[in-house]
């Protein structure tokens, strides 16, 4: 776009702003700022009837090694010592504001699995739906219309916790989310979700990229 002195710049800016609107829009979720959406999110969990997606936390990297087995952690992406300090201080802030959680589940990669358990809040479930399909792109419709219909049938009195990828929450949500960080949502007929908030990851063990 040229860009003819300020008036230029100031549609170029202008253009940019509509562009990303329409981009939050269509994915269904509209920002608001942090603090607020935290509040909201805690009201809503003290409350009852809603669902956290909780990205795994801390596994520096990117993606998984070309040798990644399910069956063994030890070729997968897995929680560094923050990472797991990480998930271990999720679980007792869950604690700490008295939030119910009834039921936990993870997907099936090592790096969830351990952060659920470390959450300390009850058995862990596994459940593929959760899976990521980052290097499984033929794969992606299908699992997430499964997990559409496990999300439809869930009606939480409290609240359930389920660890999944950021590529899993981004897509059911259009939220990215960082490592440990906390979306709730609210399930709606037919599988669809409403983001109630976002709860940011504890201060104490900072996020990394991975996916």
Not at 3 to 20: E, H, N, P, S, T
Not at 24 to 43: C, D, F, K, M
Request: hydrophobic share 45%.
């Amino acid at each position: 776009m040229a860009m003819d002195g300020k008036g230029g710049f100031r549609r170029c800016v202008i253009a940019v702003l509509a562009c990303f609107c329409a981009v939050a829009v269509l994915a269904g979720y509209t920002p608001r700022p942090l603090a607020a959406s935290e509040a909201a999110a805690w009201a809503a969990l003290a409350d009852g009837g809603n669902l956290v997606l909780l990205r795994h936390a801390i596994a520096p990297g990117t993606g998984d090694p070309a040798e990644f087995r399910l069956d063994d952690c030890a070729t997968q992406r897995t929680l560094s010592e923050d990472g797991r300090r990480q998930a271990r201080l999720i679980g007792e802030k869950l604690r700490t504001k008295g939030v119910a959680v009834e039921a936990v589940y993870s997907s099936q990669w090592c790096r969830c699995l351990e952060t659920a358990r470390l959450l300390d809040a009850g058995s862990v479930e596994p459940l593929p739906a959760l899976n990521s399909f980052i290097n499984r792109p033929a794969d992606r419709e299908a699992q997430l219309a499964e997990l559409r219909l496990w999300l439809a049938a869930a009606r939480p009195e409290g609240a359930i916790v389920l660890v999944t990828h950021q590529v899993v929450i981004t897509a059911l949500t259009g939220v990215f989310p960082v490592s440990g960080e906390m979306v709730v949502v609210k399930p709606g007929n037919g599988g669809g979700l409403s983001v109630v908030g976002r709860i940011p990851p504890p201060r104490a063990a900072p996020s990394a990229s991975g996916k």
